[in-house]
């Protein structure tokens, strides 16, 4: 609760320091890898943004369903154009938006 408050007054590195300690003690949820990849997309460490997203995709999911998936899908085409990945991004941006709740 504490990351999420942190994030939300935007204090990034605040909360970047807590989903961490987070993960130290359960790595296995999505969720909070997805919070943090979208603090790394809004400090601009791309790559590293993208490693939690793979980790994220290479997982078991924990956090996401058919009703939510659209949120990590769209952060994830939109960090896939800034890395220069347009066509797989492009891809990912549809998707997300065809699945997002209206």
Same mark, same amino acid.
């Given at each position: 609760?504490? $990351?999420?408050? %942190?994030?939300?007054? &935007?204090?990034?590195?605040? #909360?970047?320091?807590?989903?961490? +300690?987070? =993960? ?7 969720i909070?890898?997805?919070?943090? $990849?979208?603090? %790394?997309?809004?400090? &601009?460490?791309?790559?590293? #943004?993208?490693?939690?997203f793979? +980790?994220i =995709? ?11 998936d ?5 952060d ?15 891809r ?11």
């Amino acid at each position: 609760a504490k $990351a999420s408050e %942190l994030q939300a007054r &935007g204090d990034l590195h605040g #909360a970047l320091d807590h989903y961490l +300690k987070s =993960l130290a003690i359960f790595d296995d949820q999505a969720i909070t890898d997805y919070c943090i $990849a979208r603090i %790394l997309i809004n400090l &601009g460490r791309y790559q590293e #943004a993208y490693a939690r997203f793979d +980790k994220i =995709l290479n997982g078991h999911g924990i956090g996401f369903h058919d009703g939510n998936d659209f949120l990590w899908m769209t952060d994830l085409g939109y960090l896939m154009v800034q890395l220069g990945v347009n066509e797989e991004g492009v891809r990912y941006l549809k998707e997300g938006l065809q699945r997002m709740p209206l």
